[in-house]
């Protein structure tokens, strides 16, 4: 009991200093580089192109252009709430949370590798520079090891506490998914069927094409007051969700993550 208590605790400090590396993080980006959401999304487009020209078929090409749209998506989500995806439970949809936690334990993993690689290879060149007989070469060769061993051993400690985070993460959305998401569902089906007039209006802009629309695009749609006042409701909804999202992750409450 004592040894899960002291990894939970270390799992929780170690998860809070990645929320501060994420909120310094974006208050960089939105500071020295405000238009990178803009740059990511053409980087996304270019390899869209690149799909659409090896696609034999049309549902192949469907299926490049809708996950294009989606990832440009959550770019733009990832922007607004101020959240990478890989730590931040999405309680309307656990599964997507999963799917990312997974992709980014994937992506230690095979950091984990190369820094099992790499390590020995520095050591190898330390050693043997210490018994070179040209003193000027040792001396560069020493200070380059002992500088690469310093960082491939801080990335290695970063890549196995991630994946343990992740592990850690991932067995607490599937008890959330088993429980509480359960009971949840009932109320995420009534709030479907509640702004289902709006909603249905943003997907269809969304399909339609192959960009994303604009919010001027969306306007459009919108043909009646009661419309309307279901779309503002919505954003409303979201906003409120941020500012909450926001001030968990600065200490007024706990993360869901």
């Given at each position: 009991m ?15 200093r990645?929320?501060d590396?994420?909120?310094i ?6 500071r ?17 192109n ?19 749209k989606f ?11 101020k ?81 343990l985070l ?5 067995k ?5 998914i088993e429980?509480p ?15 289902h007039?709006?909603?249905s ?21 919108i ?7 279901l ?6 909804k979201e ?16 993360k869901?993550?």
């Amino acid at each position: 009991m004592k040894k899960t208590n002291v990894y939970d605790r270390w799992m929780k400090f170690f998860q809070s200093r990645v929320f501060d590396l994420e909120m310094i993080k974006f208050k960089v980006q939105d500071r020295l580089v405000p238009n990178y959401d803009r740059f990511v999304e053409k980087r996304i487009k270019k390899g869209l192109n690149k799909k659409l020209e090896k696609a034999k078929t049309e549902d192949e090409r469907l299926l490049d252009v809708n996950c294009t749209k989606f990832s440009i998506l959550e770019i733009r989500k990832e922007k607004h709430r101020k959240e990478n995806m890989n730590y931040h439970l999405d309680i309307d949809n656990p599964e997507k949370t999963l799917f990312w936690l997974n992709k980014n334990k994937d992506i230690h993993k095979r950091g984990l590798k190369k820094n099992f690689i790499k390590i020995p290879i520095i050591i190898i060149l330390l050693i043997g520079s210490n018994m070179s007989i040209f003193s000027n070469f040792n001396a560069f060769v020493s200070v380059i090891s002992i500088l690469g061993l310093i960082v491939e051993s801080l990335s290695t400690f970063i890549n196995a506490n991630c994946i343990l985070l992740q592990n850690y993460n991932i067995k607490r959305v599937n008890k959330y998914i088993e429980g509480p998401y359960q009971k949840r569902k009932k109320r995420l089906q009534k709030r479907a069927e509640e702004y289902h007039e709006v909603t249905s209006i943003v997907s269809r802009k969304v399909q339609e094409g192959d960009n994303i629309p604009s919010i001027d695009e969306v306007l459009a749609g919108i043909q009646t007051s009661a419309q309307a006042k279901l779309l503002l409701d919505l954003v409303k909804k979201e906003i409120s969700y941020r500012d909450s999202s926001l001030s968990q992750r600065m200490g007024v409450k706990t993360k869901s993550l």
